[in-house]
């Protein structure tokens, strides 16, 4: 059964980094585009970014770019989101989700920014 | 940006009950467009892409029609089952956007 699942997420204080990971698995991962959403507590979803099959094509919303970079690595399976430069709008559960019609999620992680 | 409108906002219907929902976007997204449900506490499962393409899985009282900028998704007979927030994505030009979601309830 296709899966992902998120890791990494924490609280951590503004202007602080963290690194989110996605591992999937049960389906060919190098043929698929990826997508990272968030959603903030009690609030609708945003698209946050996304990257193509070789790593090589990336869009970002724009209140993150320049701070948030996705990655992946193909031979392990995994997508990344490096998260840098983080405010309390950031809060948010991330997930990660297969395609750009997002057709298998993970449970999500939780990033909370706070002092 | 694409602007994705979503309406209603909330509803609540009877068991049994037929229910549409209307996202309309603020230029044409041709048929790229996927309907989510999520439920409390879950992350969103996807029901529809390509306007009106069922996801696997998803139960056939499930149907969604539509091209451009206006799009509908019909639960053909309501469940108990059906209660969450649905919410539309047009996939077509970045930045990929949502619209801002319909809470359904059962009397």
């Known amino acids: 059964e296709v899966q992902v699942v998120e890791s990494g997420g924490g609280l951590v204080q503004p202007g602080g980094s963290l690194r989110l990971s996605c591992a999937a698995s049960d389906f060919s991962f190098r043929n698929y585009k990826m997508t990272w959403v968030r959603q903030a507590p009690g609030k609708g979803l945003e698209w946050v970014a996304n990257i193509n099959e070789d790593g090589g094509e990336k869009h970002y919303v724009e209140s993150v770019k320049g701070r948030f970079t996705i990655s992946r690595d193909n031979v392990k399976n995994l997508l990344y989101l490096e998260m840098n430069s983080l405010r309390v709008e950031d809060t948010a559960i991330y997930y990660c989700?297969?395609?750009?019609?997002?057709?298998?999620w993970g449970q999500g992680t939780l990033v909370a920014v706070s002092s | 940006d694409v602007q994705m409108t979503q309406s209603p906002s909330s509803l609540s219907a009877s068991v049994g009950d037929r229910v549409t929902i209307t996202c309309r976007a603020s230029q044409s997204v041709v048929r790229w467009l996927a309907w989510y449900q999520q439920k409390p506490g879950k992350a969103p499962k996807i029901l529809i892409y390509e306007a009106s393409a069922l996801g696997s899985g998803v139960p056939s009282r499930f149907s969604g029609s539509g091209s451009g900028t206006a799009f509908t998704l019909t639960i053909g007979s309501l469940q108990p089952d059906d209660v969450g927030i649905y919410y539309c994505l047009q996939y077509y030009s970045y930045p990929l956007t949502f619209g801002g979601g319909t809470k359904v309830d059962v009397k």
């Open positions: 989700a297969r395609r750009l019609e997002l057709d298998y």
